[in-house]
């Protein structure tokens, strides 16, 4: 029976959530929306709607916690293996499609790129290849989050926009020397 | 439609030229205005005014009238500074409508078209013909009446929502990363200096695009594979009620003539 009651309520845990953001009659509209539109904003996630609330700025007393969860979300390759094969990571990277990588990061050899985000040139040059730049590039990709408290990058982990191999792929594509990303010039030259 | 296949000539040769020089993409699209108007003497989004014009003046739908009859909230048959005031509450539906969703509103109740019969590609130019009588004017909307109260709260609510596989939110770009690019355009201030709701409906010049605020706004869902607010539905005219409040008394462009 206990278990039941548990299980009702985890069931309407998401309907709860989206309840503390939007009033019923802000719901119902909502609802008049779209049935699949009103599905992605009335099942928030809890830290979607922690970013929500907080308009994008966490307060310094919910930082720490959040930045926990977060970083307890990340599950990692097989064998810790953070670097993969760089072309594959490549053709991820600058797929609009797919990562999109380049159209908020300068450095791609193959796409101009835009500067939402920080720089990547010559990414593996300019950080080197030690174990704790693999990892905090892999947690980076995977949840963004993680470091960045919601901030525009897709959790691409988190959100099963890339698998934990496919992260790995771009961790080798930006930071194996052998990498276009590191041999080959950015397109758009030095900014 | 000659002249569109002119303007369109004239439009790549100028964006040609126009790429070898990086500059800001607001003051391009009004240097490229100016020359389109010395060169031809007529803008291609004046073209799709005069179809809406010639939309709303004819006798159309199952009740043969024209949209002559329709109040765009300063009384019936008064366009010149009904857009600016939109969107706002009409007592006669108890909704809060958009310049879409008005319009939507007449061909409907007034012309008799069923709502399926009710086509973007008539819409567009008839928001475009309304929207041009306040050309010049002051955005002035109102939060008067409680239902524009809750709509207001709902569009802010909604500006900052995150959601979806991407974490989409208007103002992750729109306020945190404005005028920096993803792409080829900058982010638009839309809430600040760009007062986005004072040019839209817009014509962009570069993909030859007739749209709307309520198009613009489910392109921005749409692009970052976030599920889309339907047409004329409560979300789309929320989040202008938010913009249009933010940009009041920003001078309108109307239509606007985008890159």
């Known amino acids: ?191 | 439609m000659r002249w569109t296949g002119l303007a369109l000539l004239l439009l790549s040769l100028l964006g040609v030229l126009a790429q070898s020089v990086p500059e800001d993409p607001r003051d391009e699209a009004k240097r490229q205005k100016q020359l389109l108007l010395q060169t031809s003497g007529i803008l291609p989004s004046d073209l799709i005014v005069e179809q809406g014009k010639d939309l709303f003046y004819t006798k159309r739908g199952p009740r043969g009238v024209s949209l002559e009859g329709c109040d765009f909230g300063l009384g019936a048959g008064v366009l010149q500074g009904a857009s600016v005031q939109l969107p706002r509450y009409f007592a006669d539906t108890g909704k809060v409508e958009d310049l879409d969703s008005r319009i939507r509103t007449c061909m409907t109740q007034l012309q008799g078209f069923k709502p399926e019969e009710v086509k973007r590609s008539e819409v567009v130019p008839l928001a475009f013909f309304i929207a041009a009588q306040s050309d010049g004017l002051p955005i002035q909307v109102r939060i008067a009446a409680p239902a524009e109260r809750e709509m207001y709260e709902l569009g802010q609510k909604l500006f900052y929502a995150r959601s979806g596989a991407r974490d989409m939110g208007c103002a992750t770009c729109h306020v945190s990363y404005v005028n920096r690019r993803s792409g080829v355009l900058p982010f638009s201030d839309v809430l600040g200096k760009d007062a986005s709701m004072s040019h839209w409906p817009a014509y962009r010049y570069s993909n030859d695009q007739a749209w709307t605020m309520e198009d613009r706004i489910r392109a921005c869902y749409g692009n970052l594979g976030h599920p889309q607010p339907d047409f004329y539905s409560p979300v789309p005219i929320a989040l202008q009620l938010f913009m249009a409040y933010q940009a009041n008394q920003a001078k309108a462009e109307l239509p606007g003539f985008l890159r």
């Not at chain 1, 309840?19 to 009659?25: E, I, R, T």
């Not at chain 1, 990061?105 to 790129?113: E, I």
């Not at chain 1, 191999?165 to 052998?178: G, M, R, S, T, W």
């Open chain 1, 1 to 191: 029976m206990r278990n039941l009651i548990w299980m009702v309520l985890a069931c309407m845990a998401p309907w709860a959530m989206a309840q503390s953001y939007f009033g019923p009659g802000e719901t119902k509209a909502v609802q008049g929306s779209g049935a699949k539109f009103a599905d992605a904003l009335l099942n928030m996630s809890a830290d979607q709607l922690q970013c929500s609330l907080h308009q994008n700025r966490l307060p310094a007393d919910a930082t720490p916690s959040f930045l926990a969860a977060q970083k307890a979300s990340i599950q990692y390759p097989k064998g810790d293996k953070f670097m993969g094969d760089w072309q594959k990571g490549g053709a991820i990277f600058n797929n609009l499609q797919k990562a999109n990588c380049f159209s908020c990061h300068f450095g791609s050899p193959a796409n101009l790129g835009g500067d939402v985000g920080p720089s990547l040139e010559k990414y593996g040059l300019q950080r080197g290849q030690s174990e704790a730049v693999q990892r905090y590039t892999y947690e980076v990709i995977y949840n963004a989050w993680s470091y960045f408290p919601c901030t525009v990058m897709y959790r691409f982990g988190v959100q099963g926009l890339l698998t934990p191999e496919e992260i790995a792929d771009v961790v080798a594509y930006l930071l194996n020397p052998a990498s276009d990303f590191n041999t080959k010039p950015a397109l758009g030259g030095k900014r």
